[in-house]
């Protein structure tokens, strides 16, 4: 069964965080249901009462080395810490990895395995390990620290069909709050799994294909991960995109000229250079019924 270590805590700027908002992200942690916590001195001086030691290791009882080939570990390297940790980065895709993978993995040797400034490699080298038989992985939220990012990984394998017993990833939306909280960054609107605007769909086309099978546009559904689908008018919406938004905001009374509202709309978007937002659209809806002398 595979164990999944987190290692975001251990890559935070100590100077940067509060011991509630450590709190809470790693109670986030625990709900989410990752396997252990890896955390320094420090923030477990923060945690207090609320340390799980079951659930969680210090960062200097961890030995990383590069993986880049068998031959890159020396054999004394096994000896003076309670775990090894392999890491790879996106040059191991230029090696045959699963031979190296296949080696490792004969060996019954007490090691994980984690990714580090993979480029756009780390996901993938991730989801190898796994395959290729690899129980024991680290990476971390938003990919902190350089690691692979928790939130991909997870639903990579989710998705492909790997069991994730124990794991609840419609935490991950909330646990994105936290980390933004904790580390006063912004995620990206778009960022795969947990940015803000991933199931917004503006296209009437693609509004049409999810109403009729959601995997026409999604890999997953957005209460996966904790988060909602939302519909946006924009330049291209038809009638059938206004119908749908219509039913999302619960709006029941009949458009008296749903033509010259998508004009209004469509004007709009071109204005803006973008999608309409809620707001606005009920201000269109207002403007369209005072010229109708509503």
């Given at each position: ?8 805590l251990s890559?935070i700027?100590?100077?940067k ?5 450590v709190r ?20 477990f ?8 030691p079951s659930?969680?290791i210090l960062r ?13 570990i ?11 940790r392999?890491?790879?980065s996106k040059?191991?895709f ?5 031979e190296?993978?296949s ?13 580090k ?6 996901t ?5 390990w ?12 938003m990919g902190s ?16 069909g ?7 990833t419609?935490r ?20 795969p ?9 503006e296209s009437?086309?693609?509004?049409n ?6 995997v ?6 957005p209460?996966?991960?904790g988060?909602k ?6 330049k291209f919406?038809?009638k ?7 039913q999302?905001?619960k709006?029941?009374?009949k ?23 809620d707001r606005e659209?009920f201000l269109?809806?207002?403007?369209l019924?005072e010229?109708?002398?509503?």
């Open positions: 069964m595979l164990s999944i270590t987190d290692t975001t890559t700027h100590p100077a965080v509060s011991a509630h908002a809470e992200f790693y109670g986030a942690l625990l709900s989410l249901g990752v396997d252990r916590i890896e955390v320094t001195p420090y923030i001086s923060l945690l207090g009462d609320k340390y799980a659930k969680s200097h009882q961890i030995r990383e080395l590069p993986l880049n080939s068998l031959e890159a020396p054999a004394g390297e096994w000896f003076g810490s309670s775990e090894l392999l890491w790879a040059e191991l230029l090696r045959n990895y699963s190296i993978f080696e490792l993995l004969k060996s019954h040797l007490p090691i994980s395995f984690c990714t400034n993979a480029g756009f490699a780390a993938a080298l991730m989801a190898e796994v395959q290729s038989g690899g129980e024991n992985i680290a990476c971390s939220f620290g350089g690691y692979g990012a928790l939130e991909e990984i997870l639903l990579t394998l989710q998705v492909n790997y069991p994730l017993p124990g794991i609840d419609s991950l939306k909330l646990l994105g709050s936290l980390w933004q909280r904790l580390t006063g960054e912004t995620i990206p609107a778009r960022k799994v947990v940015g803000d605007h991933i199931f917004e769909v009437g086309i693609h509004i294909g999810i109403m009729k099978n959601t026409n546009y999604e890999p997953f559904p209460e996966r991960v988060a689908r939302k519909f946006t008018l924009g919406s038809g059938s995109s206004l119908m749908v938004k219509l999302e905001l709006i029941k009374e458009i008296q000229d749903p033509d010259r509202l998508l004009k209004l709309i469509r004007e709009k978007c071109v204005q803006q250079n973008r999608g309409i937002s659209f269109l809806l207002d403007e019924n010229g109708n002398g509503a």
